[in-house]
Every structure is written in C-alpha cells, then in structure tokens.
C-alpha cells in the first residue's frame, strides 16, 4: 500500500488566492471558509492545472457570493477547541490553553492571564475536548446559582421548586410545577445576563405568559431589562 502525502500550494485565479490541496480523491471540491473567506479547493492527483483553473473560474460567482455573506453576517469558523481560540467566561475573553494531563480531568482558568487550561488526552477528540470545557462551564454556573437565585428571589418574591442546568435553545424555562432551567452558556455571558434570566423566570411564577402582565412585572422587577435582553443575544 502507497501512501501519498497531500501536496499543498497558493494559486491566484481571478484574482482571488486560493489554497489548492492534491490529493489521492476522485472529485474537485471547492470550499469558502468563515472567518475570512478562505478559499480552499482540494483536486484530485491526476486533474490537469487547466482543469483546476477552469473548475475555479466556472464558480467565480458563486465564491465571491459567499465571501460577502461570510462578511456580512461576521460568520465564524467552526470552533475545535485548540489552545489560541478565544472563549468567553462571564462577558470576558479567555483563550483557550491545552494541557497534555491525564490526571486532571476538569478545565481550570487563571483569571489574571485571562487563560483557561484545559486538560485533554493525547489523542483527543474535538467531541471530547467540548465536553470538557461545557463541563467547566456546567459548574461555573452551578457555583453561581446559588448567590444569584437569592437575590432575585428577594427582588421577586418567589422561589422556585428547583433550579437545573442543561444545554438548551432558549436562555431559560419555567414549567407550571415550579421548575426552572438555565441555559449552560449563560456562564459566557456577563453575569447582568443571568440574574436577568433569573427574574424573568421568577416572574413566570406569577404569570405564566409574556402578555401585559409579565411585562410590568419585568418593568417593575429589572426596569433596564430590555437593554439587558439585547445584549445577552449579541
């Protein structure tokens, strides 16, 4: 068995660069990556430099079309949580540090350094590493729940039957029974952001809706809400 090592090169066609990868496939794929619109196009060993050029050529159009949306809309390459990537912890930026351990199982962070540590197996997964770091971030807020819950609870005048944590698509829930859920990721944002979703949920245990009620209510339990809300879903 012959393994052939992928041959990398920076072509300009059009005047757009492109980082053109050969390598033992069948097929021309051509890919534009966020967060710079990264043009990326992988050709088979046996594809003349013609047929490149064409392929590259025919989808002009089509690139640049999706460079401007990448731009437009501030697309973000996919994480895959390696050391250098940024990540945020109540409202501030850290980056992303691996540390080879097998020892340690959970992420630390040096807030000093503005650095979180997270441990990771030698051959590890980017599945893996994810779990960790929403694992850290599981308890980041579990920690603070407790100090938040109290305060708002007095603001409001209701405690909740229970309070967990889960990754969801809304920031929180509130069911009829009492129970109130948070979102994981409100531990990236800044802290203003969960004592607002805390009260929000709070209120629905006067009024289970989002009608009149449940917005004098906010008014009168978090006035600044509105301006809170908007930048907890930048």
């Known amino acids: 068995m012959f393994i052939i090592d992928i041959m990398k090169e920076k072509i300009i066609v059009e005047d757009i660069p492109i980082t053109l990868e050969r390598k033992n ?13 990264e043009v990326k196009v992988s050709a088979p060993l046996f594809v003349s430099d013609k047929d490149i050029y064409d ?12 460079q401007e949306l990448i731009k437009n809309n501030e697309i973000k390459a996919p994480l895959k949580y390696q050391s250098g990537e940024t990540h945020k912890l109540w409202g501030k930026e850290y980056t992303l540090q691996l540390i080879k351990n097998d020892r340690v199982k959970k992420a630390l962070v040096d807030h000093d350094k503005s650095i979180i540590y997270l441990p990771v197996q030698k051959r590890s997964t980017i599945s893996k590493r994810e779990e960790t770091l929403t694992n850290f971030y599981r308890k980041e807020l579990e920690n603070t729940i407790p100090s938040v819950l109290e305060k708002c609870s007095k603001i409001v005048g209701k405690t909740p039957a229970e309070v967990k944590v889960r990754k969801m698509k809304n920031w929180g829930n509130c069911k009829q029974d009492g129970r109130i859920t948070l979102n994981i990721n409100l531990a990236k944002k800044d802290p203003i952001c969960l004592e607002y979703v805390m009260i929000h949920e709070l209120c629905h245990l006067i009024e289970f809706n989002h009608g009149k009620k449940f917005k004098k209510l906010m008014d009168e339990f978090c006035p600044n809400w509105k301006a809170i809300k908007k930048r907890l879903n930048e």
């Open 25 to 37: 496939i069948k097929n021309m794929y051509l890919r534009v990556l966020p967060p710079f619109g």
């Open 55 to 66: 392929f590259i050529k025919s989808r002009k159009e089509w690139i640049l079309k999706k």
